[in-house]
């Protein structure tokens, strides 16, 4: 084979190349262009359900979080659906024919208690519909992605402060100053005095 012939056939097979890498960089600016990344959950079917793009939203280690995921009901008949994590576990009812999204702005709100992995890592989970049982690791996040923000569990208030308050002031004043005045002023002049004129 000639060197010319050896350099024409690296030629057409970087031109052959040049339309599927077009294609690859078309396809990935598109995806680029969602709002919502419907990749970066996972996805897995158990018994009769097709359960897609399930994540945690949370801040850290120990902190609450909120689980995100579209269950997929194709039977005719009403699925049920468990997911243990964290030792707590999550139940739902899937409708026939039909599908429900779990997450806060959706048909249904689920909520982790506490997390065992943080953001960037994977949470240990079991999913478990009728007779079917699987074992998964579920992706955590946090607010530095903005789309998934919005989904970060929000604190609840605890007043503790002012019921602490009223109970330690008033009844510790009431307690300690009049009865002490009372018991240590007035019998200890009348006492003094009645052991004064009796000396006399």
């Known amino acids: 084979m000639s060197r010319l012939t050896r350099v024409l056939q690296a030629a057409t097979a970087a031109l ?4 599927a890498a077009g294609c690859s960089a078309l396809i990935n600016e598109q995806a680029t262009t969602n709002e919502y990344a419907g990749g970066d959950g996972i996805s897995l079917d158990v018994g009769e359900l097709e359960l897609r ?19 997929v009901n194709d039977s005719s008949i009403e699925q049920s659906l468990s997911i243990e994590i964290s030792g707590q576990d999550l139940s739902f009812d899937v409708p026939a024919e039909s599908q ?13 208690d506490q997390l065992e992995a943080g953001p ?16 998964e690791r579920i992706p955590v996040f ?3 992605l903005s789309q ?6 929000t604190a609840s208030p605890t007043p503790t402060e002012e019921p602490t308050t009223e109970a330690s002031d008033e009844p510790t004043s009431a307690s300690t100053d009049e009865p002490t005045s009372g018991a240590s002023d007035e019998p ?12 006399h």
Do not use: C, H, R, W
């Open 142 to 144: 946090n607010g530095a």
């Open 120 to 135: 960037g890592a994977l949470q240990d989970a079991s999913f478990t519909s009728g007779s079917d049982t699987k074992d």
């Open 53 to 71: 793009n399930i994540m945690l939203v949370g801040k850290e280690v120990g902190s609450p979080a909120n689980l995100l995921l579209v269950a």
């Open 100 to 112: 429900l999204e779990v997450n806060p702005d959706a048909d249904e709100e689920a909520q982790v």
């Open 188 to 199: 200890t002049d009348e006492s003094s005095a009645e052991a004064t004129s009796g000396s």
């Open 16 to 19: 052959l190349l040049i339309p």
């Open 148 to 153: 998934y923000a919005p989904y970060l569990p």
